[in-house]
């Protein structure tokens, strides 16, 4: 798998439902970590809400995920949210629904087709972007071989993120998963050059 489909940056969108409103909201993340901290500033924010619920799917393999009711009844609003961002085939986001009750029960039919439609709003009125899957490496290398360094870089478009020159350069690489054996092939025939850390 060398790409997979993400949305382009935060959305919002909402569902209304007899007096009860659904405000919907889609976030790029990376991990779990910035999930947890995203859903805690999203509970103290919307602290009136009856309920703050989300999903989220992670990894280029669409392997790792979760789904949270937040106190409505099981399977009404974590669960339909994770259905519409499976259906649109995305990972590395986060979508959150907050409910303030209007007064009105909806009954489980009526929850599951108010946080079904809330998520599908903030992705509809976002954009779906594909992603290519990469692979971070730290590369240290000889001041002299720079232009070998540079030049590999150029011929694979390869992104640095990070870099410091000195006698000793180092430098923090973006290689896509795709090209990656045939740049670590190339990169290991530079003199002096060691690889320092790889995800």
Do not use: W
């Not at 995203?38 to 790792?64: M, N, P, Q």
């Amino acid at each position: 798998m060398d790409s997979f489909l993400t949305i382009a940056r935060r959305s919002e969108g909402i569902y209304k439902e007899k007096g009860s409103k659904f405000l919907s909201f889609a976030i790029p993340v990376s991990d779990t970590e910035e999930v947890k901290s995203i859903v805690s500033t999203f509970r103290k924010e919307y602290y009136d809400a009856r309920h703050v619920c989300y999903a989220y799917v992670l990894g280029a393999d669409r392997t790792e995920f979760r789904a949270n009711d937040d106190g409505e009844p099981s399977g009404t609003a974590g669960r339909p949210i994770l259905g519409q961002i499976h259906s649109a085939n995305l990972t590395n986001i986060l979508i959150i629904v907050v409910r303030y009750f209007g007064g009105i029960l909806l009954g489980t039919g009526g929850l599951i087709t108010a946080y079904k439609a809330a998520a599908a709003d903030a992705i509809a009125n976002n954009e779906i972007k594909e992603q290519e899957v990469t692979i971070t490496l730290e590369i240290e290398f000889d001041y002299l071989t720079m232009n070998d360094v540079m030049s590999l870089l150029k011929e694979t478009d390869t992104t640095v993120t990070e870099q410091q020159f000195d006698m000793t350069c180092r430098m923090k690489l973006s290689v896509r998963q795709a090209i990656y054996p045939m740049f670590m092939g190339k990169l290991e025939k530079i003199e002096s050059l060691r690889v320092v850390e790889r995800d």
